[in-house]
């Protein structure tokens, strides 16, 4: 089977920053793949190892800049990578309705059997991208994946997900599927030399939006960002001084005024 | 695409090892050096971990399973992993000389006994040159290796001093004289570290490298098969020539990995740190000693990469390695030396990180060659005509 891996490069700020417009500046920005989407690769490349996955692509989203990300993968074992990237996207701020046109097109393109999925990016952490094109592809899928035993004579991947409250899910999710991959479903290898040497001469396809039979209209974003700025904190912290009784005493004080367990 | 190198920058392939590297040693080795520092044993764990990237077959060709790596990357590892923990490049960059040795000397069928399961990490391996009497001098050595014609078998006898990976060595590069009169009579041999009369000393205490383990190691009529021979008889040193050129680069990499540790740490320090109403980076003293230590590092980075990519050019590299591992060694201590001056009194504790790269710097000065013997190197290169 075919394993089509969505990944970003998303750019993390410094301490401090400064922000230039309604961005943060870029020279305060260290860029780096999404840690999701890391552990996207890592079950996809395990797949792969275990003989279920014949061929591993990460598809992206990104300017030339981020191919030197999307090579980290191709050296962890990804066979090779989409970079989608067009004049269209410039300046823009992408929404998770145009990000899902573009991959629309690619998996009509690639025909994956699986697609994973971070849960979230780490920049504007919508968490929607993967199911979202799984509603659009019409595939079946599963959020929140930190556990996955794929059953490829079956076709169906057994996952669990994590829920809120420390719920967890288990259930089954025939393939095709969109998998969005959660902290904890693994744990991503380093890449090593041979495979940063081998992932140099493996392809990263550059792609824009008429390759895909796409338009600058089609991939429109609906938002906008208006402003960007640091939100004001203030922090009121009490520090509870004293021995265990009279510190356990003033914590249970402070809940009780602030409503717990009234 | 490829990007292909301009002056002191790196390839594309260069800087993701630089980016895999620097992930490592921040993640895996330096979190766990100064535990080891204090207890003085080796991160087995790290060296596995090492192995698993593929670093244990840096100098191996690829047909052994290793990735028989340019010298700029070589370079680039030993100070992206000295960054992490001195102690555990200078393991590593042992290993590499022996596997360099083995690559360069021995036989197919050595080569294939030795070099895969090296590149995999184990047997790690051991550099045996110095002796108790005989270090900035090696050819004053008094080991040897004496020829039984009847077994054609060499047999050791001496003593050898300061063997870094001493007790975690499978096998080692031994320096013998095969004629004990004739001081042109050096030798290189492979040795297993389980042939009879292999006898590993106890590990010294020392001021820095604590968690790398050097000990002696003695040769009491130690057997190795004549095949065993990896030079030919009295080549042992010139031979290995090449070899050790690399390694002083390396050497030096490491050395400039440990200013910049230090350089790092003093920062941040000066920034958190406040006296007089203001934090200490806005003393000017005290920012004009960060500017030179910045300066210096970025000085003997640029020494390590000249000298590197003239090896790599297959030019004469040997004044450039030596001002290169002189240069970086004495920017190591001297910024390690401040990097404890601006910490205060907290800086002589082993709270703070810095005293240990203190301690640890001076060790650069001292192996592969002490800063006088590289100034005679350097030196000669300008009065002889080579
Ligand atoms: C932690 C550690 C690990 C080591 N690991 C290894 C290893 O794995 N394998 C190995 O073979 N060796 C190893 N060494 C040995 C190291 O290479 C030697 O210590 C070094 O070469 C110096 O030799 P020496 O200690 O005998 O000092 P000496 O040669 O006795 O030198 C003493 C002093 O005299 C100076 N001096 C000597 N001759 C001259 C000269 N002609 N001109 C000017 N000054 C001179 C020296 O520079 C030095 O300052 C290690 C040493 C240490 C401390």
Partial sequence: MKVLVTVKEVGEADDDFEIEGTDIASSDLEYDLNEWDDYAIEAAVQLAEAGIAEEVVAVTIGPERAEETIRMALAKGADRAVRVWDDAFEGTFADVSSKVDVFEAVVDEEEPELVLSGVQAADTAFGATGVALAERIGFDHAAVVNDLDLDADAGVANVHRELEGGIEELTEVDLPAVLTVQTGLNEPRYASLRGIRQAQRKEIAATDLADLGLTPADVESTLTLTEMYEPESDSDAELIEGDAGEAAGRLAEVLREKGVGA | MTG???????????????????????????????????????????????????????????????????????????????????????????????????????????????????????????????????????????????????????????????????????????????????????????????????????????????????????????????????????????????????????????????????????????????????????????????????????????????????????????????????????????????????????????????????RDAKVTEIYEGTTEIQKEVIARGLFDTR
């Avoid at chain 2, 490049?89 to 294939?112: K, W």
């Avoid at chain 2, 030919?232 to 290995?240: D, N």
């Avoid at chain 2, 200490?280 to 003997?300: P, Y």
Wanted: contains cysteine; charged residues 25%; proline residues 4%.
């Fill in chain 2, 4 to 358: 292909a190198r301009v002056g002191s920058a790196l390839t594309d392939e260069q800087a993701a090892v630089r980016d895999l590297v620097r992930e490592f040693a921040r993640e895996e080795v330096r979190p766990g050096a100064r535990e080891a520092d204090a207890e003085g044993s080796f991160p087995e764990d790290v060296w596995d971990g090492l192995a698993e990237l593929g670093l244990t077959g840096l100098t191996v060709p690829e047909a052994y399973g290793g990735s028989d790596a340019d010298e700029t990357t070589y370079a680039v590892v030993n100070e992206e992993l000295a960054h992490g923990s001195l102690a555990v490049a200078t393991a590593l960059s042992v290993h590499c000389l022996v596997t360099s040795c083995l690559a360069e000397f021995a036989t197919d069928t050595q080569r294939e006994r030795w070099l895969p399961e090296m590149a995999e990490g184990r047997p790690v391996g051991a550099f045996c040159l110095s002796e108790p009497h005989a270090g900035s001098n090696p050819a004053g050595m008094s080991t040897t290796a004496e020829h039984d014609p009847d077994a054609d078998e060499y047999v050791l006898n001496g003593e050898k001093q300061w063997i870094t990976n001493g007790s975690r060595a499978g096998v080692a590069v031994v320096f013998a004289k095969v004629d004990p009169d004739d001081p042109d009579s050096i030798t290189q041999f492979l040795v297993p570290a389980d042939a009879a009369g292999f006898e590993v000393g106890p590990s010294e205490e020392k001021l820095g490298l604590r968690a790398s383990d050097t000990t002696p190691i003695a040769f009491d009529d130690c057997r190795v098969p004549a095949a065993n021979r990896l030079t030919e008889e009295g080549r042992g040193l010139s031979a290995a020539l090449g070899t050790l050129t690399g390694g002083r680069i390396g050497i030096a990499a490491q050395a400039v990995g440990v200013a910049w540790a230090a350089l790092e740490a003093a920062t941040a320090y000066a920034e958190e740190r406040e006296q007089f109403g203001e934090p200490l980076s806005e003393i000017q003293t005290i920012r004009h000693k960060l500017a030179e230590m910045s300066t210096d590092v970025a000085a003997s980075r640029l020494l390590v990469r000249e000298a590197a990519r003239r090896a790599e050019a297959g030019e004469d590299a040997r004044v450039a390695a030596a001002q290169a591992k002189y240069r970086a060694s004495e920017a190591a201590m001297s910024v390690a030396n401040e990097a404890v001056q601006i910490h205060g009194g907290y800086g002589y504790t082993v709270e703070y990180d810095v005293e240990r790269f203190y």
